[in-house]
């Protein structure tokens, strides 16, 4: 169905071998699929479902001109206009779950920030999200480029953006060789710390811009990159180091792969991103939360061992993780109420505190949790900051 798709869109798109079609302008899925681009699809389908969308966005500029909450409503009641959240990686998992959770209230208007569209699109609608509820929008976190197009093409909407959540990532346990980003960076802390630490860092200005009452910066954290756990304590356990792999851009020519310049491996790379995900957050914190009000958190939203961030482990251990973990640890949550939880950490009025790292406990109650002693590091934060705004092109 990609392909077929794809084959119909004769200049914006290209296909890959896989036959999954991608965008190499990635304003196209804002909105600025411009009027000559539209008259280039053919299909009826899918010109009827980019207009519909267009006209959706349209829709939803037009309402969100008035401020965040109106008074003039009758008997002077405060009425607040419809929130827009940002969610990266969208299309599965978690990411789906909360958007569903977020659009289900009526409340938000969701924008997805996704790699595969027509993915994305199918898990939308699968997942039963009302069309006037949500936005698809273009952004690959492995590539600095398009995390610079995503934020223009984001901009182009002319809507508020009063939540972000840097959700997406990817796992590599098997991988018996490293993967590169576009700018050669080890994937995985390329993807989830580095993609998501421009994409913040840019779009800092638009959720201080926004007239919200509660305005947040997520980043999604995890238990196995706290070594002050037992799950952070299965090796191998995350570590920084003194960030020398970091420092040398992780590409495996002029330094390591590994933030701690030690050798590939998969799942460390992936736990040290997540390390990297809780520093920023707090270093946010430190610097922004004062000067802007935004509250910026992480989370740990619990064991979801069904979702696709298990797609590159072995067949064994994707059928006995979810069972180790629903009847031995009983750290396991489903997609739905793991949703139900970052949606909370995006909306309630109760979650407003910056800096905290949130956790839920087995009656599903939140609580603020400790993180490792590296993960709370304000010394290892800063160096981390300094070194990621070098890599990104940002100092
Ligand atoms: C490694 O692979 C990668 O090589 C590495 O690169 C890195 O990615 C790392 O940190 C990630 O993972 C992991 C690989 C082997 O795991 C597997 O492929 C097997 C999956 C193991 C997952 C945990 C399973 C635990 C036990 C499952 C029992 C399920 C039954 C549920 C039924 C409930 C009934 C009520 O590497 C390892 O991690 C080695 C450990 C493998 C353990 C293999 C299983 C041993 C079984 C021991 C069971 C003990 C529990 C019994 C308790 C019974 C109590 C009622
Ligand atoms: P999924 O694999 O289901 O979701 C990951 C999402 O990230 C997918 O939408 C994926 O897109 C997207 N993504 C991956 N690479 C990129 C990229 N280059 N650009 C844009 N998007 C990308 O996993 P989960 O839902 O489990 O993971 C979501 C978050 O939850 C992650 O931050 C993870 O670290 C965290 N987490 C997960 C836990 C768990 O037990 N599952 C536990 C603790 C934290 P695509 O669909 O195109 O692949
Ligand atoms: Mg872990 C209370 C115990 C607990 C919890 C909450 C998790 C969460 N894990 C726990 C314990 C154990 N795990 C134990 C005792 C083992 C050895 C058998 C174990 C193994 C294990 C593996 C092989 N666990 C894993 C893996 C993975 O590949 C996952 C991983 O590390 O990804 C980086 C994983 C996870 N365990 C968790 C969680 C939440 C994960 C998913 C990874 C994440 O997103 O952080």
Redesign the pocket.
Same mark, same amino acid.
């Given at each position: 169905m990609a392909l077929q798709a794809a084959s119909l869109i004769p200049t914006s798109f290209s296909i890959l071998k896989e036959g999954k079609c991608c965008v190499k302008d990635s304003s196209l899925f804002g909105l600025s699929l411009s009027d000559t681009l539209k008259a280039d699809f053919t299909s009826s389908a899918l010109r009827c479902k980019f207009q519909q969308k267009i006209g959706a966005v349209r829709a939803e500029t037009a309402a969100t001109a008035s401020p965040a909450v109106n008074k003039s409503a009758p008997e002077g009641k405060k009425t607040l206009r419809k929130g827009t959240v940002v969610i990266?990686?969208?299309? !599965?998992?978690?990411?789906l779950a909360t958007a569903k959770a977020l659009a289900e209230t009526g409340k938000w208007h969701v924008i997805m920030a996704?790699?595969?569209f027509l993915?994305t699109a199918r898990a939308a609608k699968s997942a039963g999200i009302a069309k006037e509820n949500y936005t698809i929008l273009h952004?690959?976190?492995?590539s600095l480029d398009s995390v610079r197009q995503f934020v223009d093409s984001f901009r182009r909407l002319e809507l508020p953006l009063d939540v972000l959540v840097c959700?997406?990532?990817?796992y590599l346990p098997t991988a018996k060789e490293p993967r590169f980003t576009a700018e050669g960076f080890e994937i995985s802390v390329g993807?989830?710390h580095l993609?998501h630490f421009l994409l913040a860092r840019l779009l800092l200005d638009d959720l201080n811009k926004s007239d919200y009452p509660s305005r947040r910066l997520i980043i999604?954290g !995890?238990i196995t990159g706290n070594t002050n756990t037992l799950a952070g304590n299965v090796p191998p356990k995350a570590n920084l180091g003194d960030l020398r792999g970091l420092a040398g851009g992780l590409n495996g020519l002029n330094s390591s792969v590994m933030i701690d310049g030690g050798d590939f491996d998969g799942a460390k790379a992936y736990k040290d991103s997540?390390v990297c995900n809780m520093l920023t957050m707090q270093e946010f914190h430190k610097r922004y939360h004062e000067e802007t009000g935004i509250t910026f958190a992480s989370l740990?939203?619990g064991?979801?061992?069904t979702?696709?961030?298990f797609?590159e482990h072995v067949p064994l251990f994707r059928t006995l993780f979810p069972l180790f973990q629903k009847y031995i640890t009983k750290g396991y949550v489903s997609e739905e109420e793991s949703g139900k939880r970052l949606a909370q950490v995006v909306s309630e009025p109760s979650l407003t505190k910056s800096g905290v790292y949130w956790s839920w406990n087995k009656t599903s109650a939140s609580f603020e949790n400790q993180l490792s002693e590296e993960a709370s590091d304000p010394e290892k934060a800063r160096k981390v900051w300094e070194v990621s705004e070098k890599l990104v092109g940002l100092a």
């Open positions: 990266t990686g969208a299309s !599965s998992g978690l990411g996704c790699r595969d993915k952004l690959d976190l492995s959700n997406a990532a990817v993807t989830n993609g999604v !995890s997540k740990y939203p064991c979801i061992a979702t696709g961030l797609r």
